[in-house]
């Protein structure tokens, strides 16, 4: 991820969360459209997860940077997500909703090398956590 694109991840994300209670309810939303059969897999609140999700992304963006900060604690994240049942392609729709959530937000603003910058930084995150659930990682 080139330095130009972290700087767009990171005005963005500046842009959007001014609002961030509605930009979670509109992620939850797009995201069990897109993945109704998903909803089944949660024992405790579902909105709490896409705060969750949120958080972790958020933690991202602020340290593109220093990543040896951050993506460590995503791999025993991501090895418990094969415990609950998450499936690859649960990421790849997330990855859809996302995109779909950041692009109601941004409006005309959106472009395609946003989208790309997004795409890349979900990226680093999604295929941590997959990785982990493949190697069936589980945290001491
Ligand atoms: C960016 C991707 C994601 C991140 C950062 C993330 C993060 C988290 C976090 C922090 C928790 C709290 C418990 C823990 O740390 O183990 C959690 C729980 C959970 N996540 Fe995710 N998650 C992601 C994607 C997904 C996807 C795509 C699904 C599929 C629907 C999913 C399903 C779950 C479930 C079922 C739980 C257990 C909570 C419950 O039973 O209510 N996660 N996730």
């Known amino acids: 991820m080139i330095d130009a694109q972290k700087k767009l991840v990171q005005n963005s994300w500046l842009e959007v969360s001014a609002d961030k209670d509605q930009f979670i309810a509109t992620l939850y939303d797009n995201f069990f459209e897109l993945s109704p059969r998903s909803r089944f897999l949660f024992k405790r609140d579902l909105k709490l997860h896409t705060?969750?999700?949120?958080?972790?992304?958020?933690?991202?963006?602020?340290?593109?940077?220093?990543?040896?900060?951050?993506?460590?604690?995503?791999?025993?994240?991501?090895?418990?997500?094969?415990?609950?049942?998450?499936?690859h392609d649960e990421f790849e729709l997330f990855h859809v909703a996302l995109l779909n959530t950041l692009k109601q937000f941004i409006g005309e603003g959106y472009t395609e090398e946003l989208e790309e910058a997004w795409s890349i930084m979900y990226r680093l995150i999604s295929s941590t956590m997959c990785s982990a659930m493949r190697i069936n990682f589980t945290p001491t």
């Open 51 to 87: 705060r969750n999700i949120v958080a972790k992304i958020e933690s991202v963006i602020k340290d593109l940077n220093a990543l040896d900060r951050v993506m460590p604690e995503l791999i025993p994240t991501g090895g418990r997500h094969k415990d609950y049942g998450v499936t």
